[in-house]
């Protein structure tokens, strides 16, 4: 099991998030908050599969028309002071400081500066 896998079960889909002594997951049917579990077994699904099962259909930004891709950025905006990452967030999920640029790419100013 790897970061990133989606995994199917009776009733939830899980995204892993990370994989330690326990499988850091979120419920991608539910939306709810990540939480760390024992173990998980179900199916593997690709990223078409979960689209298909929460039908919720992802497009790339580029392809969206200007005032779209406009309304898009003001929104991410508005939140990306809260998703904000800081140094022990990015080392404990493992996550990358280019995904933290990326994520605040539109507003700067709500990256923690670490030293």
């Known amino acids: 099991m790897n970061r990133n896998d989606l995994i199917k079960t009776d ?12 499988v850091l997951v979120i419920d991608c049917i539910k ?7 024992d173990d998980i077994s179900g199916v593997s699904i690709s990223e078409q599969e979960l689209q298909i099962e929460t039908e ?4 790339d930004i580029e ?12 929104r991410y905006t508005a939140i990306a002071s809260v998703v904000s990452l800081n140094k022990h967030t990015v080392l404990r999920f ?7 640029r990326e994520l605040h790419r539109f507003h700067p100013g709500s990256r923690f500066h670490t030293p």
């Open 63 to 74: 392809v969206l028309s200007p005032n779209t891709r406009k309304t898009a950025y003001k």
């Open 56 to 59: 919720v259909i992802l497009t």
């Open 11 to 22: 009733n939830t889909i899980f995204r892993v998030l990370a994989v330690k002594d326990k």
């Open 31 to 37: 939306r709810t908050m990540p939480v760390w579990i």
């Open 94 to 100: 493992g996550l990358s400081y280019q995904t933290d």
